[in-house]
């Protein structure tokens, strides 16, 4: 039986009963998981930050089940079975990404902040301008990321349960919504933590399991793995080399660098990530949280290389381009093809879980944004009581999670490692600018902040939209549009990059620097010097951040 005729049993007759089993499985474990930890949910720091009760290797692990989301293990083997090389180069730029996080932020923010990057932000500033766009910056970031997860959630569900049209595909990705907001709601940080740390467990354990079985077809041998995707791919041995999708033109390999500087800047700002770091008691388990962090994701993406290829090698770069979700099918249709339904429905729990652990963890970093920077600190100037804070952040939960159900549903067949690598370069523009030149530079202002922030998240956004990913991108071969708008007769596309990196992120630099200086405003050198002791020594770290 042949590859396509197989892919296609899978996507239809396949045995959803034994999909949907497993998965309902693992919500089951988890749920009780979630509501036991619920249970000793008593303050604003249990909801936020579980309490500051985790280890470094807990935390690292649970940074990775966070990291490693549908677009590592969905998105980069599809664009690697696909693209080859180039699809590899959305791995290095992840996990080197954690190199800038480890040396620059981890240890910093863990001492200087409480619960969200705004207390950062906001520390030695006009607390309530600053937080308001810390705030609106982080919802960005969010609804960005948190696109990607659903529409990985589309992609999956057309390819395990047989539900390839429109609306079914909507149920599914508004069923996810639910369940993640139920976990927001009920488990709070810790609750979330534990979801992310057996999901990473058992997201690592599969893909090795895949890649153990792989390697077994081809004498494990890696080089002979790799020449039978490239005998299998219309790419021939462009597959292995650099350049199939970055290297055709002058204007590509601009979009490579744009694409590289959005990847390895943007973790040291993702919100989510950096909320991670008050989960732990001590600056030196958040440097041991990167470590141990460094250490798994490293392993998946070798595991993910494997696997890319072994998918263009079994299944096929034309099966997979053809088949529902497209090029986010590559791990299941490779999954089925070494273990058939059994380790399918293993493989489709492990992403359903992907989805859910890390759309979890986006949802509580926003609604505890929007809590606490915006309501407590901003409305209430800081005289708001704990519970209310706490319930205004399950309310935005609700919320996040209805607005992130619509994002999904219209972004449902986008590639979703792409889409993730969009919410990277708005996190390096609007975030990670303002945090180093808070942590660093003793002359930042309040001007500094803003003009930082603002412009780089309306430079961002602003050339996303204006791109190719929106509209105007076409397949010459088919005609059908590669764009987020599928009506091709629609194009107001003139940003030529499909990633806006190279000019915001300079851009967001430049505007921090620029506002400091012509600012009236003189920095405020005590409150300066208090955040470099706190940052260095972690002394004074769990104080409460002051409103003036």
């Known amino acids: 039986m042949n590859t396509l005729v197989r892919a296609a049993e899978s996507t239809t007759t396949g045995s959803p009963a034994v999909n949907m089993a497993i998965f309902l499985a693992f919500v089951a474990v988890t749920m009780v998981i979630v509501i036991r930890a619920s249970k000793t949910n008593k303050s604003a720091a249990d909801y936020y930050t579980g309490g500051r009760s985790f280890t470094g290797g807990q935390n690292g692990t ?20 696909l693209t080859g090389f180039d699809g590899f180069l959305y791995s290095i730029g992840f996990l080197v990404a954690w190199l800038v996080a480890l040396l620059l932020v981890a240890e910093l923010l863990r001492n200087t902040g409480k619960f969200t990057m705004a207390d950062v932000l906001a520390f030695r500033m006009r607390q309530r301008p600053v937080r308001t766009a810390a705030a609106i910056s982080t919802l960005a970031v969010s609804f960005f990321y948190l696109l990607a997860q659903m529409a990985g959630a589309g ?34 940080m810790k609750g979330t933590t534990w979801v992310q740390i057996i999901k990473a467990v058992l997201l690592i354990s599969g893909a090795g399991l895949m890649t153990f079985w792989v390697l077994s077809k081809y004498g494990f041998s890696l080089s002979n793995v790799m020449g039978a995707a490239a005998d299998a791919s219309p790419l021939g041995d462009k597959l292995l080399e650099p350049g199939a999708k970055y290297g055709v033109s002058t204007l590509t390999k601009v979009d490579f660098i744009s694409l590289a500087m959005a990847l390895v800047l943007g973790t040291a700002g993702l919100p989510h990530v950096l909320m991670r770091f008050y989960t732990v008691p001590t600056s030196k388990e958040a440097r041991k949280s990167v470590v141990w962090a460094i250490t798994l994701i490293g392993l998946f993406y070798l595991f993910s290389l494997v696997l890319g290829y072994g998918a263009a090698a079994i299944v096929g770069p034309e099966t997979i381009a053809s088949a529902p ?23 489709s729990a492990v992403a359903f879980a992907t989805i859910l652990a890390v759309v979890a963890g986006l949802t509580i970093t926003a609604s505890a944004s929007f809590a606490h920077d915006v309501y407590a600190n901003v409305i209430k100037k800081g005289t708001v009581a704990a519970d209310a804070e706490v319930r205004v952040a399950r309310i935005s939960a609700v919320v996040i999670g209805v607005v992130a159900i619509l994002g999904g549903i219209l972004a449902k067949d986008q590639n ?40 780089g998240l309306i430079a961002s956004v602003g050339l996303i939209i204006f791109s190719p990913v929106v509209s105007g991108k076409v397949n010459p071969a088919t005609g059908e549009s590669l764009s987020m708008i599928k009506n091709t007769s629609i194009d107001f596309s003139w940003f030529p990059l499909e990633n806006p990196g190279l000019i915001s992120i300079p851009l967001a630099f430049f505007l921090g620097w620029l506002g400091s200086v012509t600012d009236k405003e003189k920095p405020n050198g005590p409150k300066y010097a208090e955040m470099e002791v706190r940052s260095l020594t972690g002394a004074g770290a769990e104080k409460s951040v002051s409103v003036h």
């Open 325 to 347: 979700g497209k090029a986010n099918s590559a791990a299941p249709l490779l999954a089925y093809e070494l273990g058939g339904t059994l380790l399918l429905g293993f493989i």
């Open 416 to 455: 979703i490692a792409f889409l993730v690598a969009l919410a990277f370069a708005v996190a390096a523009s609007a975030n990670l600018p303002t945090i180093l030149y808070s942590l660093f530079w003793r002359n930042f202002t309040t001007r500094g902040a803003l003009w930082s922030i603002y412009g």
């Open 62 to 81: 649970a940074i990775a089940g966070d990291y490693l989301s549908a677009a590592s293990f969905l998105g980069i083997t599809g664009a690697i079975a």
């Open 155 to 188: 992609g999956l569900v057309s390819l395990l349960m047989g539900i390839t049209g429109d609306v079914g595909q909507s149920i599914t990705i508004a069923i996810v919504g639910i369940l993640m907001i139920v976990y927001v709601l009920v488990g709070g």
